[in-house]
């Protein structure tokens, strides 16, 4: 199946910084590239779906200025969470799908920790 | 707004039982059914079901989509003890451009 990775898999910061996450697929073109997150003991929750070359759609509920998403290739999109809190502490996956699939290949996630 | 119901939510039975995960789901604009098994990190693909009463198959594992009652199973037979999991079903409502919907999953535990 198709590969996607993600870049860190663990991060802790401190309150304040901003954070960067990375999502890449490695062996097709993801046309379509989407957020979720996911809480303790919770199912995923979409937050945004990335389009590459034009703006993020956010999910209702979601800060655009406070998640920002760029997907500037068709292999890479990347999450910033600015100004982190610790109620931002989560696990973040991103998934990929290529032109015509339903299907959606998931990175292995980015467990996000804010002190 | 789109809804995906799983149960039971959590089940523990021994090694080389089979277990009926159940997904049942109201949204709009269907277009496909997705099951995936979620370990210690991200969810891997498992199935995507589109059409009525055709059955996928791989392994120990098979799943099939009733499009008429809305809702999709998932068997496991003769279960080994990596099997436990969380399976997650997730319903595609708007094509490959949309996000999908996930239920809260089944968390499995299979006792040796």
């Known amino acids: 199946g198709a590969v996607v990775s993600q870049h860190p898999s663990w991060v802790i910061c401190k309150s304040g910084t901003s954070v960067k996450i990375e999502c890449r697929s490695l062996?097709?073109?993801?046309?379509?590239m989407f957020w979720y997150r996911q809480f303790p003991k919770q199912s995923l929750m979409l937050m945004a779906t990335s389009n590459e070359g034009s703006k993020a759609t956010y999910e209702q509920g979601v800060e655009k200025d406070k998640f920002l998403i760029n997907h500037a290739s068709l292999t890479l999109s990347t999450l910033t969470v600015t100004s982190a809190h610790p109620e931002d502490s989560s696990f973040y996956i991103c998934?990929?799908?290529?032109?015509?699939?339903?299907?959606?290949?998931f990175g292995p996630g980015t467990r996000l920790t804010v002190l | 707004e789109d809804k995906v119901v799983q149960s039971p939510l959590s089940l523990v039975v021994h090694e080389g039982d089979t277990v009926t995960l159940n997904c049942s789901y109201e949204v709009t604009n269907f277009r496909s059914l997705l099951w995936y098994k979620q370990e210690k990190k991200a969810p891997t693909f498992l199935f995507m079901l589109t059409s009525s009463g055709i059955e996928k198959k791989s392994g120990r594992l098979s799943s099939i989509l009733d499009k008429k009652e809305l809702f999709s199973i998932l068997n496991i037979t003769a279960t080994q003890t990596g099997d436990s999991a969380i399976y997650l079903c997730?319903?595609?409502?708007?094509?490959?451009?949309?996000?999908?919907?996930f239920g809260k999953g089944t968390h499995l535990i299979i006792q040796p």
């Open positions: 997730a319903v595609c409502s708007g094509g490959g451009a949309d996000g999908l919907t």
């Open positions: 062996d097709f073109q993801a046309t379509t």
């Open positions: 998934s990929a799908t290529s032109t015509s699939s339903d299907t959606q290949y």
